[in-house]
C-alpha cells in the first residue's frame, strides 16, 4: 500500500534583515519557502536561520537549474541524490552548513515524488547517524501538485522581489544613515522629496515608502496618489522615530511578502511595564527596546533574548528602556515586528 500523501506548495518567505543591537547587519533575503502540510517545512527544523534555494537575488539561470534539480530534471548537485533544501543565508557555501534531502521518484513506479533523509551537511556526505533530521519526513507528494507549483516558477521566472525602498522626509541626515543601513543588508533606497514626476516603470521598482514623521499630510497625499494613479500598490511606514534600528524594522516588517498564518511573529505590543509577543512555532526571539534621550541620543536596551514556544508571552520591560517616548523591536529569523512602549 502507497504511503500516505503529504501536500506540496510554496509560498513567498523572508529572512529579516536588520541593524542588530551590537552594531552587526544582518542580511535581508526574499525566497521562496516550501509549504508541506499546509505550513512551512523551515518552521520543522528548530529555530534555523536559513533560507531555501529558491531566492529571488539568485541569477535566473542559477534559479532555474534549482527548480528543475526540485523536479529531478537535472542533475542533483550533490552526492547520493542529494538536494540543498535550506542553505546558509549570508554565503550559501556548504561550509556553512546546508539542510539537505534525497530526492527521488517512488520506487513503487506510482507518480510520486519523495523527499527523504533529512541532514545537517557540512560535508561532501552526508552523516545520517549523526547530523540526520530523524523525526522529519519521509513525505510522499502526488506528482501532479508537485510539478504544478514547481513549474509555476518556471512560467512566472524568478519571484519578484521589489527590495527597493523610498525615503520621504526633511531630516537629510537622518534619511542618508538610513539609506546606507538598508544598502548595507541588500535593501535599495532612494532619498526623495516626493514621488512627483516619477515614471511609472520606476515606481514600479519601489516596494514600500517611508515617510518621516514631519512630512506634511498633503506631501503623503500626493506620494500615494502617485502610487495609486499608476496602478501601483506599495507599502506605507510612517516612521516612528529618527532612529535607525528602529526604521530598518519597520521597513524589513513593511516588505515581508509572506501570509500572516506563515510567520512565527504574529503580534507584538507594549504597554504597562510589559510586552506581549505572540508566536506561531518553537523559536528564538529577541525584545530590544529604543528610546531617544534628552541630547537626541539613541539608547538601547536588550529586554529578551530566548527560546520560547507557540502561543501568547508578556514579558517584562525594564523601568530604564520606557522611559520618555520609547520602542521596543521584537526579532525572530524570518519576521520582525516594532511596536510603541504605551505608559
Known amino acids: 500500500m502507497s504511503a500516505e500523501y ?22 535581508h533575503r526574499d525566497f521562496v519557502d516550501f509549504i508541506v502540510n499546509g505550513r512551512p517545512l523551515l518552521f520543522q527544523l ?16 542559477i534559479f532555474t537549474h534549482h527548480v528543475r534539480g526540485l523536479l529531478l530534471e537535472a542533475e542533483a548537485p550533490l552526492l547520493d541524490q542529494r538536494h540543498v533544501i535550506y542553505g546558509c543565508p549570508e554565503c550559501e557555501g556548504l561550509e556553512c552548513g546546508a539542510v539537505t534531502a ?17 541532514a545537517w551537511q557540512t560535508a561532501e556526505r552526508a552523516d545520517l547517524a549523526l547530523n540526520g533530521y530523524h523525526g522529519i519526513g519521509p513525505f510522499h507528494f502526488q506528482g501532479a501538485e508537485y510539478r504544478e507549483a514547481l513549474r ?20 537629510v541626515a537622518v534619511l542618508a544613515k538610513l539609506a546606507a543601513a538598508l544598502r548595507t543588508i541588500g535593501v535599495g533606497a532612494e532619498i526623495a522629496a516626493d514621488a512627483a514626476g516619477v515614471p511609472p516603470d520606476e515606481l514600479r521598482t519601489y516596494g514600500a515608502v517611508v515617510f518621516g514623521r514631519s512630512v506634511p499630510a498633503g506631501t503623503r497625499d500626493a506620494v500615494r496618489a502617485s502610487f495609486e494613479g499608476a496602478g501601483l500598490h506599495v507599502a506605507y511606514v510612517d516612521g516612528l522615530a529618527p532612529i535607525i534600528p528602529l526604521l530598518v524594522a519597520q521597513i524589513e516588517h513593511a516588505l515581508d511578502r ?22 506561531t512555532s518553537t523559536c528564538r526571539v529577541q525584545l530590544i527596546a529604543y528610546r531617544l534621550d534628552r541630547l537626541s541620543r539613541t539608547q ?35 519576521s520582525v515586528l516594532t511596536a510603541p512602549i504605551v505608559r
Open 6 to 27: 503529504a501536500t506540496f506548495g510554496l509560498a513567498p518567505a523572508m529572512r529579516a534583515g536588520g541593524v542588530l543591537a551590537n552594531g552587526d547587519f544582518q542580511v
Open 300 to 334: 538601547i536596551h536588550q529586554v529578551f533574548d530566548g527560546v520560547l514556544e507557540p502561543g501568547e508571552h508578556r514579558v517584562s520591560l525594564d523601568a530604564k528602556a520606557t522611559k520618555g517616548e520609547s520602542f521596543v523591536v521584537a526579532r525572530t529569523t524570518d
Open 102 to 118: 534525497v530526492i527521488e521518484r517512488a520506487p513503487d513506479g506510482t507518480d510520486t515524488y519523495v523527499w527523504r533523509d533529512f
Open 152 to 171: 509555476q516558477l518556471l512560467a512566472d521566472g524568478e519571484p519578484a522581489a521589489r527590495r527597493r525602498v523610498l525615503l520621504i522626509g526633511a531630516r
Open 46 to 61: 528548530s529555530d534555523l536561520d536559513a533560507v531555501s534555494p529558491l531566492a529571488s537575488d539568485v541569477p535566473p539561470a
Open 258 to 279: 509572506s501570509p500572516l498564518a506563515q510567520r512565527r511573529l504574529t503580534r507584538l505590543g507594549a504597554s504597562n511595564g510589559t510586552a506581549d509577543v505572540e508566536i
